[in-house]
């Protein structure tokens, strides 16, 4: 190994598997390590500290192994200066970029640190009128300085969870599917109470099935409470939603008796028509065609929904994004000041705003399929908590929690 790189990491790197990970990283892409220091904490508050060199037969394998190993929170001990250099051309990075992580980021120039505003995983670094952002690929323009390499770079991972009340304590576990769910139930609804106090916002993320498992009820609760200050989705869910309110129906079942009707499978088609005759979904409220459900309360709160289509999509709504990256950048807009995001039943739409999110942002993942959570914490949102449970409970649980007069579907 011709190059090397001494590096550095402090915390709980046993028991949380940090350690374990960087090194298979460091394998994994052609490198190798030695263990220059361990200092292993006594107590199991107490961090740990890890000093390691890093080689690489090359230059540029040890720049993106420095990478790397930095969305584990492994800093360089001296990194020196960040060096940058222009796009070569509208919607191009170049060559050697610097490939961004979810963590709070810091650049080195001139001897000071500036913090990167909006961190965002698998993004650039632009350095911009003294300052430093992330942006995705598809928006930098030619001539833009940005950062290259690894050097003059460090990040900061999230400060762990430590909460002695309990008041969010399940933090610490990634999946939880045997927990007492009221005990969820409660400190979600303490989180979202808050951020709320903090003047903070709620982030809901939702798929279908909050309509298809009768669950529509008690999220409009939700939303008219005030814990829902913005909600991004795909056609499906609001297409289900609308479906609900003119017929009755979602995916042509009667929700109130659980069988199909006559007919049924043309319902959301219908709404779909219906909306776009109207022009929008906050159209048909104003005329008075849309009078109930999620879509129906967030247009009335005046509060903000971002809806991202799929090839897949009927239709779609004449809100939905149908271009992926437009939709990318309108979510993006909502992101300043969210506090707290919750991500129910979408295994796709969590995903895609997992990514764009910063790991200092909690994020609780509610899903039947323990997979969700599972994949999105693979996909570097390390931060997501997954509550394991049907939907339609869950949300009704959570309505009665923070809605005092919600009487549930049963009653």
Not at 58 to 86: F, I, K, S, W, Y
Not at 378 to 394: E, H, K, M, P, Y
């Amino acid at each position: 190994m011709l190059f090397e790189e001494t590096v550095e990491t402090r915390g709980h790197l046993l028991d949380s598997g940090v350690l374990a990970r960087v090194l298979d990283d460091v394998l994994e892409y052609g490198g190798d390590y030695r263990v220059d220091r361990l200092d292993l904490g006594r107590e199991h508050e107490d961090e740990s500290y890890a000093r390691l060199t890093l080689g690489a037969p090359d230059e540029e394998l040890l720049q993106r192994l420095l990478m790397r190993v930095q969305a584990h929170g492994v800093n360089q001990v001296d990194p020196g200066m960040a060096m940058t250099r222009p796009a070569p051309r509208d919607g191009v990075f170049p060559e050697d970029f610097y490939s961004t992580t979810n963590l709070a980021t810091y650049v080195r120039f001139n001897g000071g640190w500036l913090s990167v505003t909006h961190p965002e995983m698998d993004c650039g670094l632009r350095v911009l009128d003294g300052t430093v952002d992330t942006i995705p690929v598809s928006d930098v323009r030619e001539g833009e300085q940005i950062v290259c390499g690894a050097s003059g770079i460090k990040v900061s991972l999230p400060a762990p969870v430590d909460d002695p009340d309990g008041g969010f304590g399940f933090m610490s576990s990634a999946v939880s599917s045997e927990k007492p769910q009221a005990l969820l139930v409660r400190q979600i609804a303490q989180q979202m109470r808050d951020v709320r106090a903090a003047g903070l916002k709620v982030l809901w993320v939702g798929g279908p099935a909050v309509v298809h498992t009768g669950a529509a009820p008690a999220m409009v609760a939700l939303v008219e409470a005030g814990f829902v200050d913005v909600l991004f989705a795909g056609n499906a869910l609001a297409t289900h939603d609308i479906e609900s309110a003119l017929f009755g129906t979602s995916l042509g079942v009667d929700l109130k008796k659980g069988s199909g009707v006559p007919h049924g499978h043309e319902h959301h088609i219908r709404a779909i028509n219906t909306i776009r005759r109207c022009g929008s979904i906050a159209d048909a409220v104003k005329q008075g065609v849309l009078t109930g459900g999620v879509m129906h309360a967030m247009v009335q709160a005046g509060n903000p929904f971002v809806l991202v289509g799929s090839v897949r999509d009927d239709g779609p709504l004449p809100d939905v994004y149908t271009d992926v990256v437009e939709g990318q950048r309108a979510m993006r807009a909502q992101l300043p000041d969210v506090g707290f995001a919750i991500m129910v039943a979408t295994m796709l739409h969590s995903i895609a705003t997992g990514n764009i999110l910063p790991a200092s942002a909690p994020l609780v993942c509610v899903d039947i399929n323990p997979a969700t959570v599972t994949k999105l914490a693979d996909r570097g949102s390390a931060q997501a908590v997954g509550i394991v449970t049907d939907i339609g409970l869950f949300l009704e649980q959570l309505a009665r929690e923070l809605v005092p007069d919600f009487a549930g579907s049963g009653n």
